[in-house]
């Protein structure tokens, strides 16, 4: 979420503004003094602008799947959040390093670094800019209501940005005996059984989204209508189930439909078909006993694959069609890493001079 991720940067210029009485301690040369000073005053800048922000994705995450220009939104902060990120960590990498080494070591490279920090308060006050415009376009663009209206929301732009963080087919590593069981549990007897949950659980970031990706990519085809929802930890049951009528692309105006008609259209619409829907980052058992199975027809072939990090929901399998999801094993994780970060290399190798540092950070 992006909240999350400006909520530990707000944490992360709290600790850079906290060195700023220690870095003015010592004594600095004027040019020294004032280009450091520049940088202090846009962390400062920028630490104030996302507080905001902050405030405002705490209420607007949740519709940035069925509003366009939210969701444009949500993702520009995210983006330029990590940019003020790594301006901050290079400034304070720079700032230990000026401690270490004599006085004539550590003068010269104050002196250097005045370049540096006037390049670091550029940075950074051309991300605020940024930020401050793209919040300017928001309110142009917005349409007031539009958390309320999804009926005009193109499906395949949601789908895609759901699904635009999901690993490449060549980057998986370590899954395939899941992946196997899984695509057996949702395809093998489709004609035999009516209904069948299948679970897979375990620790946030183990891979439970990649591996049921990867397998819903292969089985839908052989469905009548698929659908993918995310749940997460907020959730309203009316709200869910307007977007699973929208993820199996049943048309419906959300601003004027009530729950009774919603789950009417949702099993008028499946009745008599075979169909596949992902429940993403379940946390509650509760939602799929008591709100979300009695929405569907009971006259079909239905397959519910739910992801969770809670062993209560992971226990609502069928006849214990269940994967715990563990840590992949020290080679599997050294190449899943060599992958990623080196996927332009010829190979996907890490260079030799990169193996300690790469071996640092695995």
Sequence with gaps: MAEAVVGVLIGKLGAALA?????YGASLVCKEASALKGV????RKAEVELESMKAYLRDSEKFKDTDETTGIFVNKIRELSFRIEDVVDEFMYKLEGNKHGGFAAKTKKRIKHVKVWRRLALELNNIIVELREAAKRRDLYARPGMENYAGSTDHHARSTHQTSCFAREDDLVGIEGNATKLKGWLVDDL???????TTVWGMGGVGKTTLVD??????KVEFDAAAWVTVSKSYQVEDLAKKIAREFSISIDSSN???RRVVDVIRNHLEGKRFILVLDDVWEQDLCIN?????FPTNCISRFVLTSRNFEVASLATSN???????????????LFCKVAFRNNDGKRCPSELLDLALKFL
């Design 19 to 23: 060195k700023e009485a220690a870095s």
């Design 40 to 43: 202090f005053g846009e962390i």
């Design 191 to 197: 004609e035999e059984r009516k209904t069948k949950i």
């Design 214 to 219: 990867h397998v819903y990519k292969i089985v």
């Design 257 to 259: 439909m009530d729950m």
């Design 291 to 295: 709100n979300i199975m009695e929405i």
């Design 321 to 335: 069609c269940t994967i715990e999801l563990e840590p992949l094993g020290e080679n599997q994780s050294w190449n």
